[in-house]
């Protein structure tokens, strides 16, 4: 682990998924003549047997030792069995950010540990910094902002991220395929990995069947002021702002889903305009650069991944909450997604949203 911005216990635990970016990681980290012990985590039915095999032969191309550690068992109780039991209460968690803060840098940080490695280096694409008038660790958007996975991360405490290395928080995926292609790594020409790995082909609803063995039963579709407007297949299949797939239709235009009610089993349907809202309160809370808000603080702030970050002021109104009220109103802010804060290209910290307040 690194103190006081010096290094020590200079062994690194690299991550290798078998994807681009992490072999690239490891090849810039050997260059830099770092020791290396090469790691990959068995964590799901997606990540087979040709991942592990193109894994282990970089790390071969690379000359560094490889370890493969299955931690399903663990991957499922802490994110997938979490995934299901926040759409079972009509929300959308981001499963990223749990496997972050509970695998990639919780259970792996134990495996480096057995394996005599201080510290663990990952392919994301995010940058770090010391702060020594704070004696704090910092953690920043990468330099190419399309690519920035800081939003996943920002869950980390510091002593993860003082036993954390990101290679790639400087270059552009291009860059990445151009090392990749030049060193003739295998993982050089494959495609990214999906936005939630243990779901590839993107039905959330059928693999919640799969995973729990239930059914869910269907119920109404609801207008604001509770007439019935049809039937739904189940609360599980659906999430704030959709539009599609629900067979309904409007004479006054466009319906969305503006509400999903476990209890009652509705699910409300609304006009786009419903959906906006400008203050939300956020809880299980974590704090970069201090420990806790003194005060309200001016940020820019993103509701879920995709969302380009907006003007917002945060403040502290429990031990372990937020409340976000942002400039002009957001479209569907959703309970169970994270909501993360930025001063400029530092990362402030977040929370997981847990209730949208009505203006």
């Known amino acids: 682990m690194r103190k006081g911005g010096e290094e020590v216990d200079r ?5 290798m998924s078998g994807g681009v ?3 690239v990681a490891a090849y810039l980290l050997r260059e830099q003549g770092l020791p290396l012990v090469g790691v990959t985590l068995q964590l799901h039915g997606c990540a087979g047997m040709e991942d592990v095999s193109d894994a282990r032969t970089v790390a071969q191309q690379l000359g560094i030792d490889h370890h493969v550690f299955n931690l399903s068992e663990h991957f499922r109780t802490c994110v997938m069995d979490n995934f299901v039991a926040e759409y079972e209460r009509g ?3 981001n499963p990223c950010v749990e496997c972050n803060r509970r695998v990639k840098f919780g259970a792996l940080l134990d495996k480096a540990a057995q394996l005599g490695c201080g510290r663990v280096a990952t392919g994301h694409y995010t940058r770090l910094d010391y702060d020594a008038s704070s004696g704090r660790w910092l953690l920043k958007t990468a330099l190419y902002p399309e690519k920035d996975q800081s939003y996943v991360l920002y869950c980390l405490s510091q002593s993860q991220l003082a036993a954390s290395i990101f290679p790639l928080g400087g270059l552009s995926k291009e860059e990445i395929r151009a090392i990749a292609l030049e060193q003739r790594l295998v993982s ?4 990214d990995s999906q936005d939630i790995c243990f779901i590839p082909d993107g039905d959330y609803a059928a ?3 799969r995973h729990t063995g239930r059914d869910y039963p269907a119920g109404d579709f609801v207008s604001p002021a509770g007439d019935v407007l049809g039937r739904h297949e189940g609360i599980i299949s659906y999430t704030l702002g959709q539009r599609r797939g629900l067979g309904v239709s409007s004479a006054d235009g466009r319906l969305y889903v503006t ?24 809880d299980h809370i974590n704090f970069i650069p201090f420990d806790k808000l003194d005060g309200p603080l001016r940020v820019q702030a993103k509701a879920r991944y995709r969302h380009t970050a907006q003007p917002a002021v945060v403040e502290q109104v429990g031990e372990d909450r937020i409340r976000v009220t942002f400039d002009r109103p957001q479209r569907a802010i959703t309970p169970g997604q994270a909501v993360v804060l930025y ?17």
């Open 91 to 93: 929300r959308t968690p």
């Open 343 to 359: 001063d400029g290209d530092i990362v402030v910290g977040g929370g997981t949203i847990d209730t949208v307040l009505e203006d």
């Open 188 to 191: 050089a020409r494959k495609g």
């Open 259 to 282: 509400r999903i009610d476990p209890e009652s089993n509705r699910v409300t349907l609304g006009k786009n305009e419903d959906l906006f809202a400008r203050t939300l309160e956020a």
């Open 11 to 15: 062994a690194v635990a690299v991550a």
């Open 21 to 23: 970016d992490s072999s």
């Open 207 to 209: 693999f919640i069947r």
